[in-house]
């Protein structure tokens, strides 16, 4: 008997496109493994003459699946119909990888805005326990790398990294960098370097003025920490609110060895909650259209007995 594979998307839409204390509408939408989906994303009045894409998971420029102003691919295709305000994507032969997160976006070319909303502040990182003088003293700036063995990216949304080639026992000290700005209703992500040797040590993540009295929060539903066994680790905080601002303390050794921790002031921005924008590298403003879509895959064989097989480095 030919066995079929159940695809469960849940698709929720907001029906209102940068609008304060909008409601969203969930859409369940099934299908089978091998076969195609179809999504519609309505958006508002006034991004009809825009392009509009769909995208998955963080929504980086890599991660562009289709254009309205390209050709439609063989996996994915989509259309825009103006006069309803509809995109419509299609996801053709459906397979349990594609399981994941998706957006339906509309790309507005407003440097302008870009540059009054969300000015590109400067990042850097230094060595030593002044903050004062870091910027002086700075190993490596956004506005000019590489700096020899110092490599500094920033993807403009939420994080910059800093990697250190050809590491040697010198680099081993205390390391400042800017604080950390989230926006209420986004995910953002923590970085935490650690060691080599503390591979299989507990890795932690805790809240508080002072280590001492810091609170772990990594058990807390909407933090989750990824590749504990890889540096750096990442603690994920989704969706951020404003309660989550203040001093964050990670790290892997329980004894805090200077050097073993890295020391986060978050700061949490609550006047851009209603205004969804990824920025992407070319200074291109991501809106969010109307449809965040989430596709979880939920896997059915069907035989002759038809059953489910769940198939800142900072100073101590």
């Not at 998307?9 to 940068?18: D, E, M, R, V």
């Not at 063989?74 to 994941?100: E, L, N, P």
């Not at 650690?194 to 299989?200: C, D, F, L, S, V």
């Not at 909650?273 to 059915?300: C, D, E, G, R, Y």
Request: include cysteine; proline fraction near 4%.
């Amino acid at each position: 008997m030919k066995e079929w594979s159940s695809l469960k998307l849940l698709l929720i839409c907001y029906t209102a496109l940068g609008c304060v204390g909008c409601a969203a509408a969930v859409i369940q939408v099934f299908g089978y493994e091998g076969t195609d989906v179809q999504v519609s994303c309505p958006y508002d009045e006034g991004y009809e003459d825009y392009e509009k894409y769909l995208c998955k998971n963080n929504c980086g420029s890599r991660d562009v699946l289709i254009t309205t102003s390209e050709s439609n691919k063989t996996k994915y295709s989509i259309s825009d119909d103006t006069k309803r305000r509809t995109v419509i994507v299609t996801i053709s032969d459906v397979r349990s990888a594609d399981a994941g997160k998706y957006w339906c976006a509309v790309r507005r070319t407003i440097k302008d805005y870009f540059t009054e909303s969300r000015p590109l502040e400067q990042k850097y990182l230094c060595k030593g326990s002044r903050p004062s003088t870091c910027l002086q003293q700075a190993l490596v700036t956004s506005d000019r790398t590489p700096a020899g063995r110092f490599t500094l990216t920033d993807d403009r949304t939420s994080r910059f990294t800093v990697n250190i080639s050809g590491l040697t026992a010198e680099d081993s000290g205390r390391y400042l960098s800017e604080n950390l700005t989230g926006t209420v209703g986004r995910p953002l992500t923590l970085d935490c370097p650690y060691p080599a040797q503390h591979r299989t040590n507990r890795k932690f993540l805790c809240k508080g003025e002072t280590r001492k009295g810091c609170r772990d929060v990594t058990s807390q539903g909407r933090f989750r920490l990824h590749n504990a066994s890889s540096s750096p680790f990442s603690v994920t905080i989704s969706p951020l609110q404003a309660g989550d601002a203040g001093t964050y303390w990670c790290g892997s050794d329980p004894l805090w060895s200077p050097g073993n921790y890295t020391k986060i002031h978050l700061s949490v921005d609550e006047s851009h909650s209603s205004v969804l924008v990824h920025v992407l590298p070319a200074v291109l403003i991501l809106t969010l259209l109307s449809a965040l879509v989430f596709v979880l895959v939920v896997i059915k064989k069907r035989k002759r007995l038809q059953g489910t097989l769940y198939t800142e480095h900072a100073e101590p």
